[in-house]
């Protein structure tokens, strides 16, 4: 998969958009994530996940190449992972109070 290049964005809250092209930037693939719902508990799917919910990927079997769509989705949850949990310590890190202490 390194002859492709993937492109995470958020399309809403709750809703991320990944896109796939190969190296001339030609879109070849996207898919539609979306965190499951609070309350969804079944197994293997917990909380704090997120799901496919559309794919287009046809393009990428026009490529050829080495992987499967269980493959891409797996690259995917990973960039999610990525993207959430760096999301989330900005977020953090903005929201914590100042000690003005000392300060004039």
């Known amino acids: 998969m390194e002859d492709l290049i993937f492109n ?3 399309v809403d809250k709750g809703v991320i958009r990944i896109t796939i092209s190969d190296h001339n930037l030609i879109q070849k693939g996207v898919l539609y994530f979306e965190k499951v719902k ?3 508990n079944r197994k293997p799917i917990s909380m ?3 799901t496919c919910v559309d794919a287009k990927i046809e393009g990428l079997y026009d490529m050829g190449g080495d992987y499967t769509s269980l493959d891409i989705l797996n690259k995917c949850q990973l960039l999610i ?3 959430v ?3 989330e310590h900005v977020i953090d890190g903005h929201n914590k109070p100042t000690d003005n202490k000392g300060s004039k």
């Open 38 to 40: 609070d309350g969804f």
């Open 85 to 87: 949990s760096v999301n």
């Open 48 to 50: 704090n996940s997120w």
């Open 8 to 10: 995470i964005e958020w």
């Open 81 to 83: 992972s990525s993207l």
